[in-house]
């Protein structure tokens, strides 16, 4: 059954006290306080003692509520042949599932099922047991929203550092924060950005330079915008670095001492035509100068880049030049720059971000942090390769929605032998899948987040719930205890004796698990839910689902030691990760888990890299950038516009909230453009127009704003959804676009920000 659509409270009588929790709709997961009335959030506000937001939240966690109140599935669903749901109950469902995905793996092998997903901005538990249930599978592939953005940047990554690796800027110090392809006041991506943004851009001796072509609200506040023609960037970013080598910028004792191969980069920008290449970026040259001149000479720079950038052609190129103007001028390792940081879950969400040597069925893509390209799905599954994807779970993900080329990804589905999906409500993947099963939400049920990327101190946060679970949906960790049970890979035998060692205490356990890991190897892989059923049930409060991270708490003790013990956890060895762990079921408002100083980033490179050094030189870029001299701009005259599918706003928050009432204002989520091109089309506000790309086609309003340049549009990301059983879809699904076909030819990230498209008005 599909509840009615419940409206959040609106006559509100709190009842109860403050509850601290989180935000889930962004990865910056601010801590909140919550009262709760009428089954729903009822008053919601920052949280003081959360470590990392200190109280603050943007406008758009007032409107939680609206993210409890998404219909819910009550009951696990069964496709009927004629493509509509029944309800069946739990154990047949887990029965029919569990037979579902091992006839898939019987017939074709467990490398035939993959995994989407795994947790949103908010979520991450449900990923983390997960690893459990492929494991009893032998599945071998997984992707997730990751894979369509910031893959590409790993690889960077790893290839710099050379293992296991992800940065984080330092803007509350930086002298120059630069954006790339990145709007701060609306997505945020780093704590506090709004205060943060506004210290920068009213501190005469600071600067903020932002590339956008759009006037964002980020660029509205920049000392310098560089408002580049979309797609433009890698030249841009190219004509910035040839200036810093030009009028040498660069800092040359950190590039003797703490980089390999600095020449070659040297090399290959150094005869770059800055003039020819800010005029192909759509820029003035002095203002490209202007700008290099300013990451020059600066004392700190952090730079970020995001979606404006790993969206678009070129996109890893882009995000290596980005890198290479922070490391050019030594800005690394020193506050206000870029550092490396701790992660709570070491090897988990952006862990192994180098390429394995597994590659994708049907399209041969790297996988990329243990990920292959998303956009690859359709031709994965579509294909006649004999290692074709067959089988799929989803979780917590709407990819018919997210991933581009909509139309063809409900084909992938229908062309699936069986998949199931585990979600809140019923997604457009959902309705698509062989059975779907019910989750509860973020609000009933223990949850945390890996999106720990602070430095010098990072935070970890377990929340607990503040709602009760209604009668019905299950936690996931729950769903795939039973999946892996029915699946026969554990046994009470396996078990047997660690949940008496769980009662006698957290050590006396470390050694009951350590023993009977090494006495049953196949247990590794199943570890979270061995985790889950016998330390699970002796944690204080319910907190079973917590059972996963005291694993991961060891694994953080273990790896980044002295880091822990400068946060103030005391012990060796085991006794450090039960410290730690004792913390994260303590400290129900998050906790800084890791403290550092500067120096420690060379001491994390020297673990992978003997000589301590950043290498600079991935010739395959370097290969690319210098191949730029014969691009040229073309223009297809049947597509003369360039459409940015996706764009961040005040009221989008991707499909985590599906009643359109959530948004007051631009319910249909106009199409923006710029009054130049409105005149041309003879367009005035409001007015409808008819936009169409190589894929797809739909109608929409336009806003006529001085933000765009001539010939760029865009549309939000999020709209487009369907609202209960037959309810109505409001605005524009943005991929049914798109195509997966652009797409990043190292990472396979979609070129959702540079979609050619043409817009006539719409007949009456
Ligand atoms: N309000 C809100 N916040 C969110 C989200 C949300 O749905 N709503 N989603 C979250 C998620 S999942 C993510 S990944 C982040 C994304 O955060 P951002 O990447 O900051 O968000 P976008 O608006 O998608 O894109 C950023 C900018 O890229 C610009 N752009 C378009 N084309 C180009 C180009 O060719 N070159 C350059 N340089 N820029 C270009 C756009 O004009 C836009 O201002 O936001 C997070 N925060
Ligand atoms: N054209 C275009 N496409 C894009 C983008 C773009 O800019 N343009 N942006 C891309 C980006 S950056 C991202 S991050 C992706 C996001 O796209 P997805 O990865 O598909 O993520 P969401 O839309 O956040 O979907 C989250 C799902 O989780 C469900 N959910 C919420 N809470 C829970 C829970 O507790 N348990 C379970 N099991 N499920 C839950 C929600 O109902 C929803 O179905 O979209 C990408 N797609
Ligand atoms: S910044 Fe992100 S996590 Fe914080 S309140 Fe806003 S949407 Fe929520
Ligand atoms: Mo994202």
């Given at each position: 059954?599909?509840?009615?659509?419940?409206?959040?409270v609106?006559?509100?009588?709190?009842?109860?006290?403050?509850?601290?929790?989180?935000?889930?709709l962004?990865?910056?997961?601010?801590?909140i306080e919550?009262?709760?009335?009428?089954?729903?959030?009822?008053?919601?506000?920052?949280?003081?003692?959360?470590?990392?937001?200190?109280?603050?939240?943007?406008?758009?966690?007032?409107?939680?509520?609206?993210?409890?109140?998404?219909?819910?599935?009550?009951a696990?669903?069964?496709?009927?042949p004629?493509?509509?749901?029944?309800?069946?109950?739990?154990?047949?469902?887990?029965?029919?599932?569990?037979?579902?995905?091992?006839?898939?793996r019987?017939?074709?092998?467990?490398?035939?099922?993959?995994?989407?997903?795994?947790?949103g901005?908010?979520?991450?538990?449900?990923?983390?047991?997960?690893?459990?249930?492929?494991?009893?599978?032998?599945?071998?592939?997984?992707s997730n929203?990751?894979?369509q953005?910031?893959?590409?940047?790993?690889?960077?990554?790893?290839?710099l550092?050379?293992?296991?690796?992800?940065?984080?800027?330092?803007?509350?110090?930086?002298?120059?924060?630069?954006?790339?392809?990145?709007?701060p006041?609306?997505?945020?991506?780093?704590?506090?950005?709004?205060?943060?943004l506004?210290?920068?851009a009213?501190?005469?001796?600071?600067t903020?330079?932002?590339?956008?072509?759009?006037?964002s609200?980020?660029?509205?506040?920049?000392?310098?915008?560089?408002?580049v023609?979309p797609?433009?960037?890698?030249f841009?970013?190219?004509?910035?670095?040839?200036?810093?080598v030009?009028?040498?910028?660069?800092?040359?004792?950190?590039?003797?001492?703490?980089?390999?191969?600095?020449?070659?980069?040297?090399?290959?920008?150094?005869?770059?035509?800055?003039?020819?290449?800010?005029?192909?970026a759509?820029?003035?040259?002095?203002?490209v100068?202007?700008?290099?001149?300013?990451?020059g000479?600066?004392s700190?720079?952090?730079?970020?880049?995001?979606?404006?950038?790993?969206?678009?052609?070129?996109?890893?190129?882009?995000?290596?030049?980005?890198?290479?103007?922070?490391?050019?001028t030594?800005?690394?390792?020193?506050?206000g720059?870029?550092?490396?940081?701790?992660?709570?879950a070491?090897?988990?969400?952006?862990?192994?971000?180098?390429?394995?040597?597994?590659?994708?069925?049907g399209?041969?893509?790297?996988?990329?942090?243990?990920?292959?390209?998303?956009?690859s799905?359709?031709?994965?599954?579509?294909s006649?390769?004999?290692?074709?994807?067959r089988?799929?779970?989803?979780?917590?993900?709407?990819?018919?929605?997210s991933?581009?080329?909509?139309?063809?990804m409900?084909?992938?589905?229908a062309?699936?032998?069986?998949?199931?999906?585990?979600?809140?409500?019923?997604?457009?993947?959902?309705s698509?899948?062989?059975?779907?099963?019910?989750?509860?939400?973020?609000?009933?049920?223990?949850?945390?987040?890996f999106f720990?990327?602070?430095?010098?101190?990072?935070?970890?946060?377990?929340?607990?719930?503040?709602l009760?679970s209604p009668?019905?949906?299950?936690?996931?960790?729950?769903?795939?205890?039973?999946?892996?049970?029915?699946?026969?890979a554990?046994?009470?035998?396996?078990?047997g004796?660690?949940?008496?060692a769980?009662k006698?205490?957290?050590?006396?356990?470390?050694?009951?698990?350590?023993?009977r890991?090494?006495?049953?190897p196949?247990?590794?892989?199943?570890?979270p839910?061995?985790?889950?059923?016998?330390?699970?049930?002796?944690?204080?409060?319910?907190?079973r689902?917590?059972?996963?991270?005291?694993?991961?708490?060891q694994?953080?003790?273990?790896?980044?030691?002295?880091?822990?013990?400068?946060?103030?956890?005391?012990?060796?060895?085991?006794?450090l990760?039960?410290a730690?762990?004792?913390?994260?079921?303590?400290?129900?408002?998050?906790?800084v888990f890791?403290?550092?100083?500067?120096?420690?980033?060379?001491?994390?490179?020297?673990?992978a890299?003997?000589?301590?050094?950043?290498?600079?030189?991935?010739?395959?870029?370097?290969e690319?950038?210098?191949s730029?001299?014969?691009?040229?701009e073309?223009?297809?005259?049947?597509?003369p516009?360039?459409?940015?599918?996706?764009e961040r706003?005040?009221?989008?928050?991707?499909?985590?909230?599906?009643?359109?009432?959530?948004?007051?204002?631009d319910?249909?989520?106009?199409?923006?453009?710029?009054p130049?091109?409105?005149r041309?089309?003879?367009l005035?506000?409001?007015e409808?127009?008819?936009l169409?790309?190589?894929?797809?086609?739909?109608?929409t309003?336009?806003?006529?704003?001085?933000?765009?340049?001539?010939?760029?549009?865009?549309?939000?990301?999020?709209?487009?959804?369907?609202?209960?059983?037959?309810?109505?879809?409001?605005?524009?699904?943005t991929?049914?676009?798109?195509?997966?076909?652009r797409r990043?030819?190292?990472a396979?990230?979609?070129?959702?920000?540079?979609?050619?498209?043409?817009?006539?008005?719409?007949?009456?």
């Amino acid at each position: 059954m599909v509840a009615g659509v419940v409206s959040p409270v609106s006559a509100v009588r709190p009842i109860g006290e403050w509850q601290p929790t989180a935000c889930v709709l962004c990865a910056c997961n601010c801590g909140i306080e919550v009262q709760v009335a009428e089954g729903n959030l009822a008053r919601i506000k920052g949280d003081k003692a959360h470590p990392g937001s200190q109280g603050y939240a943007c406008e758009k966690a007032q409107r939680l509520a609206y993210y409890q109140s998404n219909p819910r599935i009550l009951a696990p669903m069964r496709r009927r042949p004629d493509g509509s749901y029944e309800e069946v109950d739990w154990d047949v469902a887990i029965a029919e599932v569990a037979a579902g995905l091992a006839g898939v793996r019987d017939a074709h092998g467990g490398a035939s099922i993959f995994y989407y997903g795994g947790g949103g901005q908010g979520n991450h538990l449900g990923g983390v047991y997960a690893r459990a249930l492929r494991s009893a599978l032998g599945m071998r592939f997984a992707s997730n929203a990751l894979a369509q953005e910031k893959t590409g940047e790993f690889w960077i990554d790893a290839h710099l550092f050379g293992h296991v690796t992800h940065t984080t800027p330092d803007f509350e110090r930086a002298q120059v924060a630069v954006f790339v392809g990145k709007n701060p006041w609306m997505a945020h991506g780093f704590s506090h950005a709004r205060p943060t943004l506004k210290a920068v851009a009213g501190d005469p001796d600071r600067t903020l330079i932002v590339i956008d072509p759009r006037r964002s609200e980020t660029a509205a506040m920049a000392d310098i915008h560089l408002q580049v023609r979309p797609g433009g960037d890698a030249f841009l970013l190219a004509a910035l670095l040839a200036v810093l080598v030009q009028e040498d910028l660069l800092d040359h004792v950190f590039l003797d001492e703490r980089t390999e191969n600095a020449d070659e980069v040297i090399g290959a920008v150094r005869d770059v035509d800055v003039a020819e290449y800010a005029r192909r970026a759509g820029i003035g040259v002095e203002l490209v100068r202007t700008a290099a001149r300013r990451i020059g000479n600066a004392s700190s720079v952090s730079i970020l880049e995001d979606l404006g950038i790993q969206q678009a052609p070129h996109s890893t190129l882009n995000s290596y030049l980005e890198k290479l103007l922070w490391a050019l001028t030594g800005n690394f390792a020193r506050p206000g720059c870029t550092n490396l940081h701790t992660q709570f879950a070491p090897g988990g969400l952006v862990g192994r971000s180098r390429e394995s040597r597994r590659r994708t069925p049907g399209t041969g893509e790297r996988v990329i942090g243990g990920m292959f390209p998303a956009a690859s799905i359709p031709e994965a599954v579509l294909s006649d390769d004999p290692a074709r994807f067959r089988g799929a779970i989803i979780e917590s993900s709407n990819p018919v929605h997210s991933l581009p080329d909509s139309p063809r990804m409900r084909e992938t589905m229908a062309a699936l032998h069986f998949s199931v999906v585990i979600d809140i409500t019923m997604t457009e993947t959902a309705s698509c899948a062989s059975y779907v099963l019910p989750a509860l939400t973020q609000y009933e049920k223990y949850e945390c987040t890996f999106f720990n990327f602070e430095f010098p101190r990072n935070v970890f946060h377990l929340r607990a719930p503040v709602l009760p679970s209604p009668d019905g949906p299950l936690a996931e960790p729950e769903i795939h205890r039973r999946l892996v049970r029915a699946l026969g890979a554990l046994t009470d035998e396996d078990l047997g004796g660690l949940d008496a060692a769980a009662k006698q205490g957290l050590d006396v356990y470390a050694a009951a698990f350590a023993e009977r890991m090494t006495a049953r190897p196949h247990l590794t892989g199943l570890a979270p839910i061995v985790l889950y059923e016998t330390l699970g049930p002796a944690l204080p409060d319910g907190a079973r689902a917590a059972a996963a991270l005291w694993g991961m708490a060891q694994m953080c003790a273990a790896g980044y030691s002295d880091s822990v013990r400068r946060a103030g956890f005391e012990g060796d060895g085991v006794a450090l990760g039960n410290a730690l762990f004792e913390a994260v079921l303590r400290e129900r408002r998050g906790f800084v888990f890791s403290a550092d100083d500067h120096e420690v980033n060379w001491e994390w490179i020297r673990r992978a890299r003997p000589s301590g050094r950043i290498d600079l030189a991935i010739s395959e870029l370097l290969e690319e950038l210098v191949s730029l001299e014969d691009e040229h701009e073309t223009v297809d005259p049947d597509f003369p516009f360039v459409l940015s599918a996706g764009e961040r706003r005040t009221n989008t928050a991707m499909t985590l909230i599906r009643d359109p009432a959530w948004r007051k204002r631009d319910p249909l989520g106009a199409l923006r453009m710029s009054p130049q091109d409105a005149r041309a089309l003879e367009l005035i506000d409001g007015e409808l127009v008819t936009l169409t790309t190589r894929r797809g086609s739909c109608t929409t309003p336009v806003e006529i704003t001085e933000t765009m340049r001539a010939g760029h549009v865009s549309l939000p990301n999020g709209y487009g959804l369907t609202y209960g059983a037959d309810g109505p879809v409001t605005g524009v699904a943005t991929n049914e676009l798109t195509e997966s076909s652009r797409r990043d030819p190292i990472a396979g990230t979609p070129w959702h920000k540079n979609v050619p498209a043409r817009i006539v008005r719409a007949s009456s």
